[in-house]
């Protein structure tokens, strides 16, 4: 009998349907103008977050002018972010699900496993019309604004799909090669059409403890080599550090960093950022945007993993389309 593989919320197929039909996918060119496919229902696209959960994640950052844990920040920045998708996916008719959304967490058991919880629990992706009927909770917030220079104190109400954790070790690799198999099933799953390609956002605080450089660079190779028509998947790697220093987003050269192996390690197994991203990037860091970006950041604290995700998912909201918006 043979082994079955499962495509992500898909009936199993026979491993070799899969792998051939994976490998058709792959020879298939890339076209002349990448990152330029519509998004809509018929030809979605997907984001996958990958959330360290290690035990250093318990120590402290400001995260709306209070002290939180980085684990604390991390998971109320996702949420937003899962709130925007949510919020740029809503039509008159609903939420049409135009991206599949997986969230990777790793730590905990020390292995890495999808994070949803709730209703959503042992979910791989799920669809943004699932993300919204199934959160956990509204967490109520004071934000502290200044608006033309008084500040100001306001309230925000987040919804919750996912919750900080924080224990054990740091599996990043693990958690690169569940989100490379992830990925895989999804382009097996949509072998036909114009996909605007996939995007990774792995988002850290430390080494691995489960491989060592060149493991790490071969699992980020496995993501990025993956590719629709329309490009490869991206892959962005945010450090979260508690050192003093100014972040450092979107390095245009190893030289842009401080001599830090961790550093140099997740500029390499970062994705070169497409064209189609470089003025969003050149706004956020002050720059020339015919300038080349690699998708990371060093030393980033909440302000600036809030800009690396809006970036980094901003692009593929804004391509959301779909031909029956008009209809009632």
Not at 29 to 45: E, F, G, L, N, W
Not at 55 to 72: E, F
Not at 127 to 151: C, F, H, I, K, M
Not at 154 to 178: F, G
Request: proline share 6%.
């Amino acid at each position: 009998m043979s082994e079955l593989v499962k495509s992500p919320n898909q009936s199993p197929v026979p491993a070799g349907t899969f792998h051939e039909t994976l490998r058709q996918v792959l020879e298939t060119p890339v076209k002349s103008k990448p990152y330029t496919a519509q998004v809509t229902r018929s030809s979605p696209s997907a984001f996958v977050f990958l959330i360290d959960q290690s035990g250093s994640m318990k120590k402290q950052v400001t995260y709306l002018g209070k002290p939180v844990s980085k684990a604390g920040a991390v998971a109320r920045i996702v949420n937003e972010i899962l709130q925007e998708i949510i919020n740029r996916c809503q039509k008159s008719d609903g939420v049409r699900d135009y991206f599949d959304i997986a969230v990777i967490g790793y730590g905990q058991d020390d292995t890495a496993d999808f994070a949803w919880e709730g209703a959503l629990r042992d979910r791989e992706f799920v669809s943004p019309s699932e993300l919204a009927a199934n959160y956990l909770s509204v967490e109520t917030v004071v934000v502290q604004d200044v608006v033309r220079g008084v500040p100001m104190e306001r309230t925000k109400h987040l919804k919750q799909w996912i919750t900080p954790k924080a224990n054990a070790l740091t599996p990043m690799k693990n958690a690169l090669e569940k989100a490379a198999d992830l990925l895989e099933a999804w382009l097996v799953g949509h072998p036909a059409g114009d996909h605007f390609p996939p995007l990774v956002l792995n988002i850290t605080d430390g080494a691995a403890t489960d491989g060592k450089a060149p493991d790490l660079l071969a699992a980020a190779r496995r993501i990025k080599n993956l590719h629709t028509t329309d490009g490869h998947v991206l892959l962005l790697n945010i450090h979260l550090s508690s050192a003093a220093g100014d972040p450092v987003l979107f390095p245009t050269a190893p030289d842009d960093l401080p001599d830090d192996s961790l550093a140099r390690l997740l500029y390499d197994m970062s994705s070169e950022m497409p064209q189609v991203y470089h003025a969003d990037i050149a706004r956020l860091v002050r720059v020339d945007n015919s300038g080349y970006f690699t998708g990371m950041a060093f030393n980033a604290d909440a302000k600036a993993l809030i800009s690396m995700l809006q970036i980094g998912t901003n692009t593929a909201l804004a391509h959301t389309h779909d031909a029956a918006r008009s209809q009632p």
